[in-house]
C-alpha cells in the first residue's frame, strides 16, 4: 500500500514537464507555515482562495452585464469559474502544473470593483491623487492584507507563484511590486498560460453573451471572418438545426479553436527555445505561452468587433454613465463623513489616508451592495 503522503508528493513527478512549476520547489510563503499532508501547497492555495470572502462576493460583481440585467449572463465569479477550466485544459496538455493554474485562475479577478472595468476606471481616476486603482494590484492586496482568516497573520499567507501570477497577470505600464517581483523576470508558465485563459474566456463568452442579450445580431457575426467561419460551419454541418443551436455551436468552436492554437504554438516555443526547466522558463528572452500570428491577427479582428458593436453600445455606455454616478456619489460622501463606513473599514480610521479605506470598502463591494448605499447617502 502506498502511503498518501508520498502518493501526493510523486505524483507531480510522475506528470510534470520539467518546466512546469513543482509545489515542492514553491519560493514559498510570506509567513511560515506546516504544509498539509494531504494536499500541495497549490491546492492549498486554492482552497484558501474559495473559501475565502471576497470570492463569494464575485458571485454579485459585472463580467460586462450589471447584476440586475438578469441571471442568465456571466458574473465575475463564473467568468473565473470558466477561466478555471480553460486553464486546467491548458495546464494538462502542455504538462504543467493545474493546482498552480487552478489557483491563479481563482484569485485573479478578486480585486476587481462593482461595475467591472468601468468601475476601475471610475475609482483609478478618484484615486489619482493617491496612488491609482489597478484591479491586479488590488487583488494582491486582498489575499495579502484585506481577507483576515487567520489569527497569526493577515491576508491568506498565499505561495510566491500564485501572488507572482496576480501581479504578472497582464502587462501593465508600470509594474507591480518590483521590489517582490522582479519585472525582468518572466513568471511561471502557468501564470502566463492563466492571462491567456482569461483573454479566451471573455472574448469568447462577451460575444455569447453579447448574442443572448440582442447586442449582437446574427448579421453582425460576417463582420468578423473567425466568427463567419465558424457560423457558416455550424450550419453547413445540420441546416435544420433552430439558430440557437447555431449560436452554441460558434461559442464552442471560438474557444476550441484558441486553445488549440495556444497550445500548438506554446508547444512549438518551448521546443524551439530548448526550454528544459522553471529557470529556462524566468530567463526566457520571449513569452512562451502564446498565440500564433495568424490567430493573434484574428484575435484582434475580434477585440475590435467586441469594442464597436458591444463595448461602446448606448446601453453599456449607460451602464457605465450610472457605475459613475454611483461609485463617485459613495466615494465623496465617505470622504466627507468617514463615520460612515462600515466595521473593519471604520475601525481603520486615524491609521491609514481616508482615501485608502474607501477605496477598499468600495472596491470590494458588489453592484448590488454598492446600488444599496448609493440608494442610501445620495
Request: proline share 5%; glycine share 4%; net charge negative.
Given at each position: 500500500?502506498?502511503?498518501?503522503?508520498?502518493?501526493?508528493?510523486?505524483?507531480?513527478?510522475?506528470?510534470?514537464?520539467?518546466?512546469?512549476?513543482?509545489?515542492?520547489?514553491?519560493?514559498?510563503?510570506?509567513?511560515?507555515?506546516?504544509?498539509?499532508?494531504?494536499?500541495?501547497?497549490?491546492?492549498?492555495?486554492?482552497?484558501?482562495?474559495?473559501?475565502?470572502?471576497?470570492?463569494?462576493?464575485?458571485?454579485?460583481?459585472?463580467?460586462?452585464?450589471?447584476?440586475?440585467?438578469?441571471?442568465?449572463?456571466?458574473?465575475?465569479?463564473?467568468?473565473?469559474?470558466?477561466?478555471?477550466?480553460?486553464?486546467?485544459?491548458?495546464?494538462?496538455?502542455l504538462g504543467l502544473n493545474e493546482d498552480l493554474s487552478e489557483a491563479i485562475a481563482c484569485?485573479?479577478?478578486?480585486?476587481?470593483?462593482?461595475?467591472?472595468?468601468?468601475?476601475?476606471?471610475?475609482?483609478?481616476?478618484?484615486?489619482?491623487?493617491?496612488?491609482?486603482?489597478?484591479?491586479?494590484?488590488?487583488?494582491?492586496?486582498?489575499?495579502?492584507?484585506?481577507?483576515?482568516?487567520?489569527?497569526?497573520?493577515?491576508?491568506?499567507?498565499?505561495?510566491?507563484?500564485?501572488?507572482?501570477?496576480?501581479?504578472?497577470?497582464?502587462?501593465?505600464?508600470?509594474?507591480?511590486?518590483?521590489?517582490?517581483?522582479?519585472?525582468?523576470?518572466?513568471?511561471?508558465?502557468?501564470?502566463?498560460?492563466?492571462?491567456?485563459?482569461?483573454?479566451?474566456?471573455?472574448?469568447?463568452?462577451?460575444?455569447?453573451?453579447?448574442?443572448?442579450?440582442?447586442?449582437?445580431?446574427?448579421?453582425?457575426?460576417?463582420?468578423?471572418?473567425?466568427?463567419?467561419?465558424?457560423?457558416?460551419?455550424?450550419?453547413?454541418?445540420?441546416?435544420?438545426?433552430?439558430?440557437?443551436?447555431?449560436?452554441?455551436?460558434?461559442?464552442?468552436?471560438?474557444?476550441?479553436?484558441?486553445?488549440?492554437?495556444?497550445?500548438?504554438?506554446?508547444?512549438?516555443?518551448?521546443?524551439?527555445?530548448?526550454?528544459?526547466?522553471?529557470?529556462?522558463?524566468?530567463?526566457?528572452?520571449?513569452?512562451?505561452?502564446?498565440?500564433?500570428?495568424?490567430?493573434?491577427?484574428?484575435?484582434?479582428?475580434?477585440?475590435?468587433?467586441?469594442?464597436?458593436?458591444?463595448?461602446?453600445?448606448?446601453?453599456?455606455?449607460?451602464?457605465?454613465?450610472?457605475?459613475?454616478?454611483?461609485?463617485?456619489?459613495?466615494?465623496?460622501?465617505?470622504?466627507?463623513?468617514?463615520?460612515?463606513?462600515?466595521?473593519?473599514?471604520?475601525?481603520?480610521?486615524?491609521?491609514?489616508?481616508?482615501?485608502?479605506?474607501?477605496?477598499?470598502?468600495?472596491?470590494?463591494?458588489?453592484?448590488?451592495?454598492?446600488?444599496?448605499?448609493?440608494?442610501?447617502?445620495?
Open positions: 500500500m502506498v502511503n498518501p503522503e508520498d502518493r501526493i508528493g510523486r505524483f507531480e513527478e510522475a506528470l510534470l514537464a520539467p518546466y512546469a512549476s513543482f509545489s515542492s520547489q514553491t519560493r514559498g510563503r510570506q509567513y511560515p507555515l506546516k504544509e498539509h499532508p494531504m494536499r500541495t501547497a497549490f491546492q492549498r492555495d486554492r482552497d484558501r482562495v474559495i473559501h475565502c470572502a471576497a470570492f463569494r462576493r464575485m458571485e454579485y460583481k459585472t463580467q460586462v452585464f450589471v447584476n440586475h440585467e438578469g441571471d442568465h449572463y456571466r458574473t465575475r465569479l463564473t467568468h473565473t469559474i470558466e477561466v478555471a477550466q480553460i486553464s486546467r485544459t491548458i495546464a494538462r496538455a484569485v485573479h479577478d478578486l480585486g476587481h470593483t462593482p461595475f467591472g472595468h468601468s468601475g476601475e476606471d471610475v475609482l483609478d481616476e478618484l484615486m489619482k491623487d493617491f496612488g491609482g486603482f489597478n484591479h491586479n494590484r488590488q487583488s494582491l492586496r486582498v489575499v495579502d492584507v484585506l481577507e483576515r482568516r487567520y489569527e497569526d497573520y493577515p491576508g491568506l499567507n498565499l505561495t510566491y507563484e500564485v501572488r507572482e501570477g496576480i501581479v504578472k497577470h497582464e502587462s501593465t505600464a508600470q509594474p507591480l511590486s518590483p521590489d517582490i517581483f522582479p519585472p525582468d523576470e518572466w513568471p511561471t508558465l502557468e501564470a502566463s498560460l492563466v492571462d491567456k485563459a482569461d483573454s479566451i474566456a471573455y472574448n469568447s463568452h462577451d460575444v455569447d453573451d453579447g448574442l443572448s442579450s440582442g447586442i449582437l445580431n446574427w448579421d453582425d457575426l460576417d463582420d468578423v471572418p473567425m466568427l463567419a467561419e465558424a457560423k457558416e460551419k455550424s450550419i453547413r454541418a445540420n441546416p435544420e438545426l433552430p439558430r440557437k443551436y447555431y449560436h452554441h455551436s460558434i461559442i464552442r468552436q471560438l474557444v476550441d479553436r484558441q486553445v488549440i492554437d495556444l497550445i500548438n504554438h506554446s508547444v512549438a516555443n518551448i521546443s524551439n527555445f530548448d526550454i528544459s526547466s522553471i529557470e529556462d522558463v524566468r530567463r526566457s528572452k520571449v513569452k512562451l505561452i502564446a498565440f500564433s500570428d495568424n490567430m493573434e491577427k484574428s484575435l484582434g479582428q475580434l477585440k475590435e468587433f467586441l469594442k464597436k458593436k458591444m463595448y461602446r453600445h448606448p446601453r453599456m455606455v449607460e451602464n457605465a454613465a450610472e457605475a459613475k454616478i454611483i461609485l463617485e456619489t459613495l466615494f465623496d460622501r465617505y470622504k466627507a463623513n468617514p463615520q460612515k463606513l462600515h466595521g473593519k473599514y471604520k475601525l481603520r480610521l486615524g491609521k491609514e489616508p481616508v482615501e485608502n479605506i474607501i477605496c477598499d470598502f468600495i472596491a470590494g463591494m458588489t453592484d448590488r451592495y454598492a446600488q444599496k448605499m448609493y440608494e442610501e447617502l445620495k
